[in-house]
T-cell receptor
Framework: SQTIHQWPATLVQPVGSPLSLECTVE??????LYWYRQAAGRGLQLLFY??????ISSEVPQNLSASRPQDRQFILSSKKLLLSDSGFYLC????????????FGPGTRLTVT | AQSVTQPDIHITVSEGASLELRCNYS??????LFWYVQSPGQGLQLLLK??????LVQGIKGFEAEFKRSQSSFNLRKPSVHWSDAAEYFC??????????FGAGTTVTVRA
């Protein structure tokens, strides 16, 4: 069966520090991968998605970037965090056989102080 | 513009009572439709989906949803709510590019 992992689970970082969040998927090949941000009391905002290694599409211009160095690895980064980057970050995947049916990781709670 | 609307921000229901959560969408074509549930501090879990065919779909945990094309709606229902159903519920729609658009969510509180 497929599983999706995210780490760390929680993170407290000062303003201006770098960020690296990692997401990995097991049990499937060539998944579509997604990064979402969920601000307190709000819905999910799609940040990036990737349909293959090295292929990244950005949905919202911002302080963040994403990379996909391996088929089942998706990384969210920032060079300098802003207070507004605080939130709950969720990684998700879907496959060609389950188009649009996304499966989510447990999330990372990021607090920028 | 494409949008997903969940009109109810918060619903309180008694344990054992029925529950209905509303979802409306605005798209040019019939999209793929989903309902997800999120427990506090957790990721989202897929409850059910509609792609085509029978407009009444059954999901996990006793939930069902009905697609009504004429009303552009995909409402979620459960006949008898359990305390463990307290969570946040998200409606989502997708088009052929696989990207999903989510509603703002409805928080469900279950009282004893």
């Amino acid at each position: 069966s497929q599983t999706i992992h995210q780490w760390p689970a929680t993170l407290v970082q000062p303003v201006g520090s770098p960020l690296s969040l990692e997401c990995t998927v097991e049990g499937t090949s060539n998944p579509n991968l997604y990064w979402y941000r969920q601000a307190a009391g709000r819905g999910l905002q799609l940040l990036f998605y990737s349909v293959g290694i090295g292929q990244i599409s950005s949905e919202v211009p911002q302080n963040l970037s994403a990379s996909r160095p391996q088929d089942r690895q998706f990384i969210l980064s920032s060079k300098k965090l802003l207070l507004s980057d605080s939130g709950f970050y969720l990684c998700a995947w879907d496959g060609a056989a389950t188009a649009g049916e996304q499966y989510f990781g447990p999330g990372t709670r990021l607090t920028v102080t | 513009a494409q949008s997903v609307t969940q009109p109810d921000i918060h619903i309180t229901v008694s344990e054992g009572a029925s529950l209905e959560l509303r979802c409306n969408y605005s798209y040019g074509a019939t999209p793929y439709l989903f309902w997800y549930v999120q427990s506090p501090g957790q990721g989202l879990q897929l409850l059910l989906k509609y792609f085509s065919g029978d407009t009444l779909v059954q999901g996990i945990k006793g939930f069902e949803a009905e697609f009504k094309r004429s009303q552009s709606s995909f409402n979620l229902r459960k006949p008898s709510v359990h305390w463990s159903d307290a969570a946040e519920y998200f409606c989502a729609v997708g088009l052929n590019d696989y990207k999903l658009s989510f509603g703002a969510g409805t928080t469900v509180t279950v009282r004893a």
